[in-house]
């Protein structure tokens, strides 16, 4: 048997590689492999691992989106640490993913300063973001990990998924901003930064964010 270093493999953008009857050592050695200053993302979930290349239009929107949501944070005043594509894993589960964005918002205090996350003792981040996901095998870690609220961006439209009973169901608000349109919001600026550009798109949602919190403070005034 001829044994493969993944690091010999050229995964072209936009391909998939499915590896079935990998165990957690594996997985452990075929990250350590990969390194990590590399442009592959990987799943694992329970001995079937997929390693990822993303599109270069995919790096694009997943920047776009990411952000937005650090506008809106820092708008709203939410504090927030932000972990980008950090792998997330936990032997005991035998699940591991790498999302596009994460977000530490309601544990962000546990959070500040940390250099590693070990998940049996650390919490999930609060919100992924995933760009065009179509993997079985992520969807499956991000249940057993327990995040909270998915965001998933696929062909120019925005879904959340919030986490019920284990199970993710669709919903039309998201639970880290209650109050706003983040589907319509997201979805319209991101059409914006890909037909305008990019830095005007963000300049008009962030001016977007300030007009909407001036008109909710003056509406409070008369309550």
Known sequence: MVTLQLSQLDISPGQRILLRNVNWQQFEEILEDLGEHRGSRVAYSQGTLEIMSPLPEHEVIKGIVGDLVKILLEELEIDCESFGSTTFKRQDMERGVEPDESFYIANYVQMIGRSRID???DPPPDLVIEI???????????????????WRFENGQLRIDVLQNDQYKESSISPTFPELPVIALITDFVAQARSLGRSRALKAFRQ????????RVNKNKYE
């Open 208 to 215: 977007w964010i300030r007009q909407w919190r001036a008109v």
């Open 119 to 121: 998940l049996t003792v």
């Open 132 to 150: 065009d996901i179509t993997s079985k095998t992520q969807l499956e870690a991000y249940k057993a990990l327990q995040v909270p609220e998915l």
